[in-house]
């Protein structure tokens, strides 16, 4: 991102990320290169016109299309133990979150813990931290590589110890969650979007090519497209039959 904003930096502009990813989250990211443009789109965000989506692998066949997640969210460590500070919680004492899921499609990949996984699409209407993460795994569907809310929230503390290892990629199975930002959108403004990132599509069996376009507004955003398609579809007579052998479905 330096290289490509190094004309502004250099001149001595005053560049700011509108929308931030988690450290582990990959996706689009929009940078105003002027402070009137990050004021301008900050008050975007605060009135709630720049809507996102995001795609997540998760773990199980999901029983729902469609879901609605209205969940408050505080820090874990503000009323329980947690060894991880930022660990986020449900708590009715937390701040307001909501997000929509849509199941896009289920596939099966064959692993140590199952072969059952969903591609599901997220669509945030607040901004909480952790929240898309959080919500999926309080549905019993947690992100395909996430230590901290996946299987056991000590992989993300041995993970800081020894960095990535045989033992970790068997039991999460990628070296970091499997969430992307595929689409911003601006209310009258303009729309981005972006394909599933190059790892996230070759854990789906998919192929993915990235493309970057460039334009001459105060806004600088990487474009890329989805593909339609992330490993074979499954049936709902597979599905039938995967629970009927006791497969992972949710």
Not at 47 to 63: D, F, M, N, S, T
Not at 143 to 167: A, C, H, M, N, S
Not at 169 to 182: E, I, M, Y
Not at 216 to 235: D, Q
């Amino acid at each position: 991102m330096r290289e490509l904003l190094a004309f502004e930096i250099a001149s001595g502009g005053q560049v700011s990320i509108v929308n931030r990813l988690d450290r582990e989250t990959s996706g689009l990211v929009l940078v105003a290169k002027t402070a009137a443009a990050a004021r301008d789109f900050g008050l975007l965000m605060q009135r709630h016109q720049l809507r996102k989506e995001y795609i997540a692998i998760v773990w199980g066949w999901p029983e729902w299309e469609h879901k609605i997640v209205d969940a408050p969210l505080e820090r874990q460590g503000r009323h329980q133990r947690s060894a991880i500070w930022l660990k986020q919680m449900i708590h009715p004492a937390g701040a307001p979150a909501l997000t929509q899921f849509r199941v896009e499609r289920r596939f099966t990949k064959p692993t140590s813990f199952g072969d059952g996984f969903s591609l599901v699409r997220a669509f945030p209407h607040t901004g909480r931290t952790h929240q898309i993460r959080v919500h999926l795994s309080s549905l019993g569907h947690s992100i395909v590589g996430d230590k901290i809310y996946g299987p056991d929230e000590q992989l993300y503390l041995r993970f800081i110890e020894t960095g990535w290892t045989p033992e970790l990629q068997q039991k999460v199975l990628l070296p970091r969650h499997a969430l992307h930002s595929v689409k911003l959108a601006i209310d009258g403004r303009g729309e981005w979007s972006t394909e599933l990132a190059p790892d996230l599509a070759e854990f789906c069996s998919g192929d993915s090519s990235r493309s970057v376009r460039r334009t001459r507004s105060s806004l600088w955003c990487a474009c890329m497209r989805l593909p339609p398609v992330c490993g074979p579809p499954v049936t709902k007579r597979r599905y039938r039959q995967l629970q009927d052998h006791g497969r992972p479905v949710s």
